[in-house]
């Protein structure tokens, strides 16, 4: 099944709606979540909804998509329009990707392959998240011949590193998206009011269980590994649940669960990571290398001329710098600082079809579209993926055709009213 038409989706959905039959899943955005949060688990909702700190950023991500008007044109002929595109050799049928989210197995069990799954038939991208609950190989089978990137979270070890990125070469992926902006965790409220990391408990931890360098790290030791845990948890009752669920996800050998789980938890993050690494990166494969989690200008000119083939401007969704600036603020000077051609996509607060009119119209060639699929995959699965893929791409196309835009070249010069802050 590929992407409905806009027209021919409305028609679909008022015939039903005349029998009776309505969508379960909500159109409205905030509809969607609120129905999420009903369906999820209270630490699962935590992690996915919640951000950093007093979630400043999420709060400002939205306002500032609320604060951009678009100014539509009329009487051209709109008979008919493409908004189909190429971006590092990935087909778009709309300028449309997943973006990676963590964990989701904290959802189901076989959350990736479900998203993965719904991907391919609707022939959407999807970016594998590097904290996944299934392996990049088992996701790939799934998603067959419709395009795929691998997030790269950059760990302290090299070589865990380039056997991520051979892995994801080997599974067809099209490109490496290197998130540069979690160097280290932000400090998610939610989740530490709750005392709460998924990975502490084996969920998103897939990519590394079935790699064979961390594996090889479990059995003989990691080099850089020298040290016991300053806290440990105390002996309870709810300690010995936790480390039994553990060992079940680790396929009944909980030791190995702890040890994956503990290691995972040292090796993950590096902070020492610099612009200089990424020539090393490029040298060790032959995929396009995208940077994500730019902000500023003179960063994005740094990404460019560190050999990065492209960059994304995110703000990491809220959950890394509470306060910091919204994607969709910063990227129309990101764009000044780094011309067409040179890619640039936008990740980060995208909620409806004219958050991804308004973020094209600024400059970018397409968007990654985080929680509201997650909120899409809580509430009917591999379906509720599917139709919340479907109703951004309709709904974009409307707002698209009723500016007077037929294609992304006119949208590109399409005129929008901008007020100077967020309120």
């Known amino acids: ?70 100014i539509p044109r009329m009487m051209r002929d709109n008979s008919a329009a493409d908004y189909s595109s190429v971006l590092f050799g990935t087909s778009l049928s709309f300028p449309l990707l997943l973006a990676p ?43 067959g011949n419709t395009d795929k990137w691998f997030q790269l979270y950059w760990s302290k070890s090299d070589d865990l590193v380039l056997s991520f990125v051979k892995r994801a070469e080997n599974c067809g992926c099209k490109a490496i998206v290197l998130t540069v902006d979690t160097p280290m965790l932000g400090w998610r409220a939610r989740d530490l009011t709750r005392g709460y990391l998924p990975f502490l408990h084996g969920f998103g931890i897939a990519q590394y269980t079935s790699d064979p360098v961390f594996q090889e790290y479990l059995q003989n030791g990691w080099e850089a590994d020298t040290h016991e845990d300053a806290v440990k948890p105390s002996f309870t009752l709810h300690t010995m649940w936790h480390v039994l669920k553990l060992g079940l996800r680790y396929k009944g050998r909980l030791r190995q669960g702890l040890k994956a789980a503990k290691l995972f938890t040292r090796i993950y993050t590096n902070p020492s990571l610099n612009w200089e690494r990424i020539a090393w990166l490029k040298s060790q494969t032959r995929l396009p290398v995208i ?116 294609n992304l070249d006119e949208i590109k010069e399409a005129e929008i009213y901008r007020a100077a802050k967020p309120e």
Request: with cysteine; proline share 3%.
């Open 1 to 70: 099944m590929k992407s409905k038409s806009a027209f021919e989706r409305q028609r679909e959905i008022y015939i039903r709606g005349f029998s009776g039959k309505t969508s379960r899943i909500p159109f409205h955005a905030s509809a969607l979540r609120e129905k999420a949060r009903k369906k999820m688990s209270p630490n699962a909702w935590a992690y996915v909804d919640g951000g950093a700190s007093d979630e400043a950023t999420m709060t400002r991500n939205r306002k500032a998509f609320d604060a951009i008007a678009i």
């Open 101 to 143: 989210i963590g964990a989701l197995d904290m959802i189901y069990p076989r959350a990736d392959l479900m998203v993965s799954a719904a991907c391919h038939a609707m022939g959407t991208p999807f970016i594998f998240s590097n904290q996944a609950g299934n392996s990049m190989e088992s996701c790939s089978r799934i998603m």
């Open 291 to 406: 940077i994500k989690g730019i902000l500023h200008p003179a960063d994005a000119r740094k990404a460019k001329e560190s050999g990065a083939d492209g960059i994304i401007v995110s703000n990491h969704g809220g959950r890394q710098v509470d306060g910091a600036i919204a994607s969709i603020e910063a990227l129309q000077e990101i764009r000044k600082a780094v011309p067409r051609p040179y890619k640039i996509l936008l990740d980060s607060g995208i909620r409806n079809g004219s958050d991804i009119f308004k973020a094209l119209a600024l400059g970018a060639d397409a968007v990654l579209l985080g929680r509201p699929y997650v909120y899409g995959l809580a509430i009917g699965k591999q379906k509720g993926v599917e139709e919340v893929i479907q109703n951004i791409w309709n709904d974009f196309e409307l707002t698209a055709r009723l500016s007077g835009c037929r």
